[in-house]
């Protein structure tokens, strides 16, 4: 098999799936506290839908799956489509980036379905302080799913922290001590600009955290390959667990970008952070060819940016990042 490769020559073998623009928590960083205007329910790809769109991707080269939102854990059944989507042959890789807070009545169905792992976002570890990020009281929602998840095999379970100055920066040596005292995956996430919440909240570069968090000993580089994402990876001497830094404002990682994603309604994104989309849903319900959807592939591939320019202030404008899934 050829492979799809795009006009940089980056191999593109990643597809991320939101399932829903809808979400149960409304993340400072990620929702205004009012929410976005919904899509209507018909405008979002059916599941035999997306199993059609990723079993074609999958045929063209795509072995990384990953399910995201909104919440996808908010999506009526979504074992379901797992299950559809862990019987396409060429999948080694299908997991699900999740706020957890469903995560402790889901886990052992995802698990049975097909599942291997889940990502989770918490970004406090402190009950008051979790409610303000999110406008929810689910801390412990999400602790419990995260065990949930580990005793039901989907692992490595990742934590997701996205770090803001002032709000909760100071939690990093926290977050950091627990990938030693419990083993948890800990990835420092640097908040990324969007039009949605103006320019109230404040990133932290990864160097920073890096710095911040030595106190705690000394860290080794760590190769966790799995899923070949952008973090990397360090552990402290002994520790179970690991911490990676996601950087892409510090040090943008697009020279190895391997995502294509597509939209709860359709629309496949060449980049998460540039507005350029390719329809797939009204070829796909007007019953378009196999080629022809292909072929749309292969153009959404070709549109990919060599590079994001959110440095030079240039930020998407079409989409939120809980209308793109992260
Ligand atoms: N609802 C799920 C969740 O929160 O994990 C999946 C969708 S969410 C949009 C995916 C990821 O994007 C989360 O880890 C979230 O923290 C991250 N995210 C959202 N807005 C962000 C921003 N402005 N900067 C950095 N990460 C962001
Ligand atoms: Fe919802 Fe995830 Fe966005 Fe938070 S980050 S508002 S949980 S979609």
Redesign the pocket.
């Known amino acids: 098999m050829s492979g799809l490769s795009d006009s940089f020559q980056r191999p593109i073998n990643y597809l991320r799936i939101s399932v829903t623009d809808r979400?149960n928590?409304r993340?400072l960083?990620?929702m205004p506290s009012g929410g976005f205007p919904l899509m209507p329910r018909h405008e979002i790809l059916r599941y035999e839908e997306v199993e059609a769109i990723a079993r074609l991707a999958v045929e063209m080269g795509i072995s990384k799956v990953r399910l995201?939102?909104?919440?996808?854990l908010v999506r009526r059944e979504l074992p379901s489509l797992v299950d559809m989507l862990s019987r396409i042959e060429g999948i080694d890789d299908l997991s699900l980036?999740?706020?957890g807070v469903l995560l402790k009545r889901y886990a052992i169905s995802l698990r049975e379905a097909g599942l291997k792992r889940v990502?989770?976002?918490l970004?406090s570890l402190n009950r008051e302080r979790y409610q303000q990020i999110t406008g929810y009281d689910g801390l412990n929602d999400v602790l419990e799913g995260m065990e949930a998840a580990r005793e039901a095999g989907l692992e490595p379970v990742k934590v997701?922290m996205?770090v803001m100055r002032g709000i909760n920066d100071d939690e990093v040596l926290a977050f950091a001590r627990l990938s030693m005292e419990a083993g948890w995956h800990v990835r420092f996430?640097?908040?990324?600009?969007?039009s949605t919440?103006g320019a109230t909240l404040k990133f932290v570069p990864a160097s920073e955290i890096q710095k911040r968090i030595l106190s705690l000993g000394p860290l080794e580089p760590y190769p966790l390959s799995q899923g070949n994402g952008p973090a990397r990876y360090f552990r402290f001497p002994e520790a179970k667990g690991t911490v990676g830094f996601i950087t892409p404002i510090s040090e943008h990682f697009c020279f190895c970008c391997n995502r294509l994603r597509l939209t709860a309604d359709g629309k496949l994104r060449p980049c998460l952070l540039g507005d350029e989309e390719v329809d797939l849903k009204k070829p796909l319900r007007e019953g378009a060819s196999q080629k022809e959807l292909r072929r749309l592939i292969r153009q959404a591939v070709a549109l990919k940016p060599q590079r994001h320019r959110l440095t030079e202030g240039i930020i998407p404008q079409g989409r939120s990042?809980?209308q793109?899934?992260?």
Request: aromatic residues 10%; glycine residues 12%.
């Open positions: 979400c928590l993340c960083y990620c995201t939102g909104g919440e996808p980036t999740t706020n990502n989770v976002s970004d997701n996205v996430v640097e908040l990324m600009p969007f919440y990042m809980c793109v899934g992260g």
